[in-house]
């Protein structure tokens, strides 16, 4: 089970933290991702974050967003820096792919967490 939480309503080049938790012994291990989805688009894969702490994130999320681990806690966690308009969608936090890289096709997601920037 994937929780998410930390969405909300911020103004361009606020920060946001988003966090999910998660249930399951073996999910330090595993690959784990964000992905956002605003109406009218399609899904875009953000960041991603393999069981060694290796990271990969999309072009518009580099240099401003931050995917890491709490394996003890058993948290995933985005930080996002310098947000701006377009960021705005729902965030889901995922997890296990054939293949870890951003936009893999994940398994396992969450409810989402709805981000809006103004």
């Known amino acids: 089970q994937l929780v998410e939480s930390g969405g909300g309503s911020v103004q361009a080049g606020g920060s946001l933290r988003l966090s999910c938790a998660a249930s399951?012994?073996?999910?330090?291990?595993?690959?784990k991702g964000w992905f956002r989805q605003a109406p009218g688009k399609e899904r875009e894969g953000v960041a991603a974050i393999d069981g060694l702490g290796r990271t990969s994130y999309a072009d518009s999320a580099k240099g401003r967003f931050t995917i890491s681990k709490d394996n003890a806690k058993n948290t995933l966690y985005l930080q996002m820096n310098s947000l701006k308009p377009e960021d705005t969608g729902m965030y889901y936090c995922a997890a296990v792919a054939p293949r870890c890289e951003v936009g893999a096709p994940f398994d396992y997601r969450g409810q989402g967490t709805q981000v809006t920037v103004s």
């Open positions: 399951g012994r073996l999910y330090s291990r595993v690959c």
